[in-house]
C-alpha cells in the first residue's frame, strides 16, 4: 500500500531535506544561501533558496516532471539547473494522467475496548466530548438575536454556578434565504449542517432561532425532532419581536441549566471518537512533519475503532490515486471520481480552475502547484483503507476512514466535519492558523519549530521536531493519539484557551442567491 507516511526516510544534507531516492528536488530546512555546497550531492546552490521551498538536485529539461514524495508535482518550464530555486517561476501545472489500481478489500472494524477516554455519555447513547448549550439561527435575520441572547447570559453570568457546562455557543451564519426550495442543492446543504449540529452530542441543548418568513423554515427540522427534549424551535415574528424572544429563550436556558450541568464523565472506549482531519496555512513541510504524524494517529484510532474524516476535495486533487488504491469497494472509487468530475466542472464555470489553489501563504510557504499541496494533505488519512465517501454533512455511516466531499475553506470544511459527527478536530498548520469550532475541542499542529516557538500560545503540539531529526514520524503520531485522547476527556485546547469557536461555523453555499 503506497502511503506518504511511509515515504518519509528523510535524508538530511546540509539543511536539505530529500523525501525519496527517485526525487529531484530537496526541501530547504532554512534559508540556505547561494553558492552553498549541498553534501551529498556535488552541487552547489544557485539561488538563494527560502525556508521550506525547493532546490533542484539533477538536471530537469524543459516540459520534463518535477519529482517530491516520488511523485509528479508539476512541469519544469524552462531548463533547471541542480542548485537552482524551484518554485513559482520555473514549475507550472499540467493536467496528467495518473495510474491507480484498484482492487476489493475487506474492511474489518476492530472495536478492542482497550484504550479509553473520559466522555459524556447521552441518554441516547452518544457519547460527547464537551457539554455546551447551542444558540443556532436558521437565517441570518436572526443572527443577531442568537448573539443578543448569548451576550445577555454572559452579562448576567448566569453560568458561574454551573461548572459542567463549557458556555453557551451562538451559532449564526449569513445565509438560509433567497436560495430557493428545499430541493435544491445550497438548500440540502444548510438542512444537513444544521440537522448535523442539532443532533451534535456536545450540545446538551440547543435552541434554532428563525425569523419565520425565510426560506430554511424552521419546519424542515421539527417534525425529526418532536420528541426530542433537547430541541427547542423558536420563531421571532410568532414571540412577538426581539425582546420577547430574548427573555423567552434566556428563562427556558435559566430552566435548564440544572439539567444540562448533571452530567459526569466516564471511560468511553475511543471507538467512539470520530476525528476530523484539517490542515490550513500550509507550508513546504506540512506533507514532511505533521500532515503525516496525523495520519499515524488518523491509523491507530482507526485500529482501535474511531473514526477519522478527511475533507476539501480540491485539496486532494492530484493525489486521489493514492486514496483509490486504498477504496473498500468499486462503489467508493465510483463517488470518488464522480466528486472530482463535479468540482472541476463546478470551477470551469465560474471561471477558475483545480490550480487556483494553493494560496499566496501556501506559495509563500514553499508550495507551489495543486500537486503538490494535494500530496501533502492526503498524508493526514495516514493508510488505513477508505471506506466511504461523504456528502458535505452527511452524517458517518461506516467505521474507519471516510472522505467527505467539501471546498478546501477551512471553516467551511470544519463546519461540514462536525455536522458529519466528528467530535475532536487535529488541525495541521505551517504558516500559524488560528482556529476553533465549537463546540467541538481543535487541536493545532505546527509542521515547523520556528512558528511553534513563534506562536506557542496558539499552538498544541510541535510537529518540527521530525523535520530536525529529533524525533519519528510514528513517535509524533504516538503524541497526537494520546493528546486525541486527553482532549477528547476534557482537557483543554489552546484555541478553547484563547476563545475561538464562535464565529467558525460557515455552512457550504452552494447555487443562486435570488
Known amino acids: 500500500m503506497v502511503c506518504l507516511s511511509y515515504w518519509l526516510y528523510n535524508k538530511f544534507m546540509n539543511n536539505l531535506i530529500v523525501l525519496n531516492k527517485n526525487d529531484n528536488v530537496g526541501v530547504s530546512q532554512f534559508i540556505i544561501p547561494e553558492k552553498t555546497k549541498i553534501e551529498g550531492h556535488e552541487i552547489n546552490t544557485i539561488d538563494i533558496i527560502p525556508f521550506g521551498h525547493k532546490v533542484c538536485l539533477k538536471t530537469i529539461k524543459k516540459g520534463e516532471p518535477i519529482i517530491k514524495y516520488n511523485?509528479?508535482?508539476?512541469?519544469?518550464?524552462?531548463?533547471?539547473?541542480p542548485g537552482q530555486?524551484?518554485?513559482?517561476?520555473?514549475?507550472e501545472f499540467k493536467e496528467f494522467k495518473r495510474d491507480f489500481k484498484f482492487t476489493d478489500k475487506k474492511h474489518i472494524i476492530d472495536e478492542k475496548a482497550d484504550t479509553f477516554f473520559n466522555g459524556i455519555l447521552r441518554d441516547n447513547g452518544q457519547v460527547a466530548t464537551r457539554n455546551y448549550i447551542g444558540i443556532l439561527s436558521t437565517v441570518n435575520c436572526s443572527a443577531t438575536v442568537t448573539k443578543m441572547i448569548v451576550e445577555k447570559i454572559k452579562y448576567l453570568d448566569i453560568l458561574k454556578d454551573y461548572p459542567n457546562i463549557d458556555g453557551v455557543v451562538p451559532i449564526t451564519h449569513s445565509t438560509g434565504c433567497g436560495m430557493g426550495s428545499d430541493k435544491s442543492l445550497g438548500m440540502q446543504l444548510l438542512i444537513r449542517t444544521i440537522d448535523g449540529f442539532k443532533n451534535h452530542p456536545n450540545f446538551s441543548h440547543i435552541f434554532i432561532i428563525g425569523l419565520g418568513c425565510e426560506s430554511c423554515q424552521i419546519s424542515f427540522f421539527e417534525n425529526s425532532s418532536k420528541k426530542n427534549e433537547k430541541i427547542h424551535f423558536l420563531n421571532?415574528?410568532?414571540?412577538?419581536?426581539?425582546?420577547?424572544?430574548?427573555?423567552k429563550v434566556l428563562s427556558e436556558i435559566k430552566n435548564l441549566l440544572n439539567n444540562s450541568n448533571k452530567i459526569f464523565r466516564s471511560p468511553q472506549p475511543v471507538s467512539n471518537l470520530?476525528?476530523?482531519?484539517?490542515?490550513?496555512?500550509?507550508?513546504?513541510?506540512?506533507?514532511i512533519t505533521a500532515n503525516p504524524a496525523l495520519g499515524v494517529a488518523a491509523d491507530i484510532l482507526i485500529k482501535k475503532g474511531g473514526s477519522a474524516i478527511l475533507a476539501e476535495t480540491p485539496e486532494i486533487y492530484g493525489a486521489e490515486h493514492l486514496l483509490i488504491n486504498r477504496a473498500v469497494?468499486?462503489?467508493?472509487?465510483?463517488?470518488?471520481?464522480?466528486?472530482?468530475?463535479?468540482w472541476k466542472h463546478y470551477t470551469s464555470i465560474n471561471d477558475r480552475t483545480m490550480d487556483n489553489n494553493p494560496g499566496p501563504g501556501n506559495k509563500l510557504g514553499g508550495l507551489t502547484t495543486i500537486l503538490e499541496k494535494s500530496l501533502g494533505a492526503v498524508a493526514k488519512g495516514?493508510?488505513?483503507?477508505?471506506?466511504?465517501?461523504l456528502d458535505y454533512a452527511e452524517p458517518i455511516k461506516t467505521k474507519g476512514f471516510n472522505f467527505m466531499d467539501s471546498p478546501g475553506y477551512d471553516p467551511v470544511s470544519v463546519?461540514?466535519?462536525?455536522?458529519?459527527?466528528?467530535n475532536v478536530i487535529c488541525f495541521t498548520t505551517g504558516r500559524g492558523s488560528?482556529?476553533?469550532?465549537?463546540?467541538?475541542?481543535?487541536?493545532?499542529?505546527?509542521?515547523?519549530?520556528?512558528?511553534?516557538?513563534?506562536?506557542?500560545?496558539d499552538m498544541d503540539i510541535n510537529c518540527g521536531t521530525i523535520a530536525e531529526g529529533k524525533e519519528k514520524v510514528e513517535e509524533v503520531g504516538q503524541k497526537i493519539f494520546e493528546l486525541v485522547v486527553n482532549t477528547a476527556s476534557g482537557n483543554k485546547t489552546k484555541s478553547e484557551i484563547n476563545g475561538y469557536g464562535d464565529e467558525e461555523f460557515n455552512p457550504w453555499q452552494v447555487g443562486a442567491v435570488m
Not at 530555486?85 to 514549475?91: A, F, G, I, K, R
Not at 415574528?237 to 424572544?245: L, S
Not at 495516514?382 to 465517501?389: A, C, E, F, N, Q
Request: one cysteine or more.
Open 71 to 81: 511523485q509528479i508535482i508539476g512541469f519544469a518550464l524552462d531548463d533547471i539547473k
Open 85 to 91: 530555486h524551484v518554485h513559482s517561476h520555473n514549475l
Open 236 to 247: 421571532i415574528q410568532d414571540q412577538g419581536g426581539t425582546k420577547k424572544i430574548i427573555d
Open 274 to 287: 470520530n476525528l476530523a482531519l484539517q490542515c490550513g496555512g500550509s507550508d513546504g513541510y506540512s506533507g
Open 329 to 342: 469497494s468499486k462503489e467508493v472509487v465510483n463517488k470518488l471520481i464522480e466528486k472530482l468530475k463535479w
Open 382 to 389: 495516514g493508510s488505513s483503507y477508505l471506506v466511504d465517501i
Open 415 to 422: 463546519t461540514g466535519q462536525v455536522a458529519s459527527g466528528a
Open 434 to 457: 488560528c482556529f476553533g469550532c465549537k463546540p467541538v475541542p481543535s487541536l493545532k499542529l505546527s509542521t515547523n519549530s520556528a512558528m511553534f516557538k513563534r506562536m506557542s500560545e
